[in-house]
T-cell receptor, first 111, second 117 residues
Framework: ETGVTQSPTHLIKTRGQQVTLRCSSQ?????VSWYQQALGQGPQFIFQ???????GRGNFPPRFSGLQFPNYSSELNVNALELDDSALYLC??????????FGPGTRLTVT | AQSVTQLGSHVSVSEGALVLLRCNYS??????LFWYVQYPNQGLQLLLK??????LVKGINGFEAEFKKSETSFHLTKPSAHMSDAAEYFC???????????????FGQGTTLQVKP
């Protein structure tokens, strides 16, 4: 059974650019949640996708958006990058919004 | 609104000593409670969880935690620390899973556990 995978592992972007992060959910899971973990902080909930629809959102601006595909993989898009967007972005998959299994994360650096 | 407070951002113990990481939560509904571990440059691994039932929960790697409703606490313990336990530990709370809930996790700030030889 393949676990949760995320790509890319690391990336560096310039302020004002746009970025897309990808997450492949664990087999049998239909829910993907995204979290942002700033350095030295606990993860913060960005949003969740359940059966291809957004199912809850944290306190993040609209320039953070996402998608979930029919195979339940997901993308996180961030527009107009700011320096404070530098963080580890974690994806977690679950079945029917149950126990969450985390991927290894994508480290985003904005310069 | 739910929240989690982890007391002590850094805890240092000697190898073989008791590990105690403190977590207090705030929730308006019966919570689900979790402890996760994060090793450097890695994602989060679930150590243990409390949903309902027995308040003493056993997890992986010899860790356990006790849900105390009267104290709104969910402290993590391990009788004897091992060098490999050195990592960042996060306590988290969520709403019970239901048709109107996401089960989103609210995390504490984390506690760095250092294990000295």
């Amino acid at each position: 059974e393949t676990g949760v995978t995320q790509s890319p592992t690391h990336l560096i972007k310039t302020r004002g650019q746009q970025v897309t992060l990808r997450c492949s959910s664990q087999s049998g899971h239909n829910t993907v949640s995204w979290y942002q973990q700033a350095l030295g902080q606990g993860p913060q909930f960005i949003f969740q996708y359940y059966r291809e629809e957004e199912n809850g959102r944290g306190n993040f601006p609209p320039r953070f958006s996402g998608l979930q595909f029919p195979n339940y993989s997901s993308e996180l898009n961030v527009n107009a990058l700011e320096l404070d967007d530098s963080a580890l972005y974690l994806c977690a998959s679950s079945r029917d919004r149950g126990e969450q299994y985390f991927g290894p994360g994508t480290r985003l650096t904005v310069t | 609104a739910q929240s989690v407070t982890q007391l002590g951002s850094h805890v240092s113990v000697s190898e073989g000593a008791l590990v105690l990481l403190r977590c207090n939560y705030s929730s308006s509904v019966p919570p689900y409670l979790f402890w996760y571990v994060q090793y450097p440059n890695q994602g989060l691994q679930l150590l243990l969880k409390y949903t309902t039932g027995a308040t003493l929960v056993k997890g992986i790697n010899g860790f356990e935690a006790e849900f105390k409703k009267s104290e709104t606490s969910f402290h993590l313990t391990k009788p004897s620390a091992h060098m490999s336990d050195a990592a960042e530990y996060f306590c988290a709370v969520s709403d019970p899973i239901g048709s109107s809930n996401t089960g989103k996790l609210i995390f504490g700030q984390g506690t760095t556990l250092q294990v000295k030889p």
